[in-house]
């Protein structure tokens, strides 16, 4: 009665890290796919307001209508997001991260056992059964005078 086990599905954490990667590169796969619909829209945009409309024709900085350059600068900054997305972060990831990390806690590892052997070579701890002698014997009391102090 009191003892009912709750059913709770446990997602160990292996799984969920791999989950939330995946959720949050899929995640910035959208966005680059928005990020391409806008620059599309927005250079076809770009294009009817100075070619058909006619707005600013006689703007043409370096020899080129402005809407040249507007389609030039935001195709680079797609270009950017791109490379950003498809070809660092699948390079450089979560995997790329946690392989890093191995590593260097590896290289922290063997460092540790080295200097502890260098540790143990210098100052070898004592054995077990091996007893160390003070330099001084320890102050008995003496049953003569029971009320003098031990530490005097």
Known sequence: MFSKKKNTSKIDYEQRELYENARKRAKQKKRLFQHFVFFLIGAVLLIILNVVIGYKVEFKPFGQNWFVWAVLLWGTIFLIHFLNVMVVDSFMGKDWEAKQVDRLVKKQKEKIARLQEKIEKEHPAPRENEYI????????ISPENPDEPINS
């Open 133 to 140: 002698e003070p330099d001084h014997p320890p102050k008995r």
